[in-house]
């Protein structure tokens, strides 16, 4: 027999509370619980549907799973060769970093194949949209543009246009009316994605859902948000530079080693194929501090240039700033080239930077960190055709990292004739000379940065 319960609901975020508090645990609001009568079903012993057979995994089929591309190079490599029918895919990304603009070229680079697609603006209106997809070239004759925040609505939509493709943007602002909750509350990010999920599987429909982020740079809302879709993407990039980097966090169809690049420009966005030469256009050889470094972003190699500055300070407490490296790598490398090798620079204010607004986070650079400081303390450029990869260990070894055989292939692409590496490199192309070295002060003493020089 059925029995009824007290519980205390927030009207913001739909949380149960056993008993009235002053704010709610889920949202942290003031003041939103509101007592409610809750009827509690009698356990159901039978299942409600037959159990799913079991099959040899040899015999289950995956013809279904078969990407279609975007017509968009850089988001078909991140998403192993395209959109799969029947996936559901969330991107995130800071606000203003270019999602809507990327996903108006993803809907019209589709709808340019021949496939209709159904673009749901639900922050803007549909004029706005409209005026951006002119700018942008985005204007594909299937592809259908609607303002709309309700999800009954959106689902009519569905039946009338019936579309290969759905742009949801964004999933915050989605209201189901059944849920009773406000827009953007956990109750409803999560009831509304859950029913988008459940249509796109029963209408073979691929769904893109825009999701904001907080302040951290996670995606905002529950974590089931995460869990029940197909793809994660992300969507990064600095407001004060053009290059937007897309990479998937999580992909059910293929990996998330691949990197896609874009350039943010007055038309919008542009693939970037060759991403080591947009770095380096602007370079100036001979000058102190700079270093080149040959990075990998998952399986992409890139060329970055990497520029120190070192100055007398005063003060009690020099500074150190990285922009575009990771604040601690910085800070260990300096600590290693103070202790193994004697350059000291407790006294100095030390900035560091990646130029092009690339942010480089993996131990590949820091022999090029080194190289760069050690340069700009002693005021003695390197070389401009030289190129630096190793990891430095706070022992002052250098050890070998993943990859160093495509960093060095791009090197030579790119026209660099040498390179200094760990001694267990593997054998350079042609046309590149590398020097191997054990530790740190072998690599800073043959560039003759100190002793000897």
């Known amino acids: 027999?059925?029995?009824?319960?007290?519980?205390?609901?927030?009207?913001?975020?739909?949380?149960?509370?056993?008993?009235?508090?002053?704010?709610?645990?889920?949202?942290q609001a003031t003041g939103t619980l509101v007592e409610s009568q809750v009827t509690a079903a009698p356990r159901v012993l039978a299942s409600l549907a037959p159990a799913a057979p079991a099959i040899p995994i040899a015999e289950a089929s995956t013809g279904g799973v078969a990407p279609r591309p975007t017509n968009i190079a850089e988001a078909d490599r991140v998403l192993g060769g395209g959109l799969v029918a029947g996936s559901v895919s969330l991107l995130g990304g800071e606000p203003g970093v270019g999602k809507s603009t990327f996903l108006l070229h993803l809907a019209s680079a589709v709808a340019s194949d021949g496939r209709r697609c159904l673009y749901v603006t639900a922050e803007e209106s549909a004029q706005q949209v409209a005026a951006r997809a002119e700018r942008i070239g985005a204007m594909a004759g299937n592809l259908w543009l609607a303002a709309e925040t309700v999800l009954p609505n959106i689902l009519s939509l569905l039946d009338e246009v019936r579309p290969e493709l759905l742009v949801v943007d964004s999933i915050q602002t989605?209201?189901?009316?059944?849920?009773?909750?406000?827009?953007?509350?956990?109750?409803?990010?999560?009831?509304?994605?859950?029913?988008?999920?459940?249509?796109?599987?029963?209408?073979?429909?691929?769904?893109?859902?825009?999701?904001?982020?907080t302040k951290d740079g996670g995606l905002a809302g529950p974590k089931v948000l995460e869990h029940v879709v197909d793809t994660v993407l992300s969507f990064e990039g600095e407001r004060h530079h053009a290059l937007r980097l897309l990479r998937a966090t999580k992909h059910r169809f293929g990996g998330t080693h691949e990197l896609g690049l874009f350039e943010m420009g007055d038309c919008g966005l542009m693939g970037?194929?060759?991403?080591?030469?947009?770095?380096?256009t602007d370079r100036q050889v001979?000058?102190?501090?700079?270093?080149?470094?040959?990075?990998?972003?998952?399986?992409?190699?890139?060329?970055?240039?990497?520029?120190?500055?070192?100055?007398?300070?005063?003060a009690p407490m020099p500074r150190r700033t990285a922009q575009g490296v990771d604040s601690g790598r910085l800070a260990q490398v300096l600590a290693v080239l103070e202790r193994r090798i004697g350059l000291f620079v407790s006294k100095h204010d030390v900035h560091v930077a990646v130029s092009g607004g690339v942010r480089v986070r993996e131990p590949g650079a820091d022999l090029a960190i080194a190289l760069a400081v050690a340069s700009a303390l002693t005021d003695r450029p390197l070389p401009p055709q030289m190129v630096a990869c190793g990891e430095v260990g706070l022992c002052g070894g250098l050890r070998q990292v993943q990859g160093t055989d495509?960093?060095?292939?791009?090197?030579?692409?790119?026209?660099?004739?040498?390179?200094?590496?760990?001694?267990?490199a593997p054998d350079p192309p042609a046309g590149l000379r590398v020097g191997r070295f054990r530790a740190l002060h072998e690599a800073v003493t043959a560039t003759r940065l100190v002793n000897g020089s």
């Open 406 to 424: 495509r960093r060095l292939a791009e090197a030579a692409r790119l026209g660099f004739t040498s390179a200094l590496a760990p001694a267990s």
């Open 286 to 314: 001979g000058i102190p501090g700079s270093v080149v470094a040959p990075v990998l972003d998952g399986q992409r190699p890139m060329l970055v240039e990497l520029q120190a500055l070192v100055v007398p300070t005063q």
């Open 1 to 27: 027999m059925a029995r009824t319960k007290t519980v205390y609901r927030c009207s913001d975020c739909g949380a149960e509370a056993p008993q009235w508090t002053g704010w709610c645990s889920g949202c």
């Open 174 to 213: 989605l209201v189901d009316p059944e849920l009773g909750a406000a827009a953007g509350s956990l109750t409803q990010v999560r009831g509304c994605a859950q029913t988008l999920v459940a249509e796109a599987k029963r209408r073979d429909l691929t769904v893109v859902m825009v999701g904001h982020v």
């Open 272 to 280: 970037v194929p060759d991403p080591s030469a947009l770095f380096l």
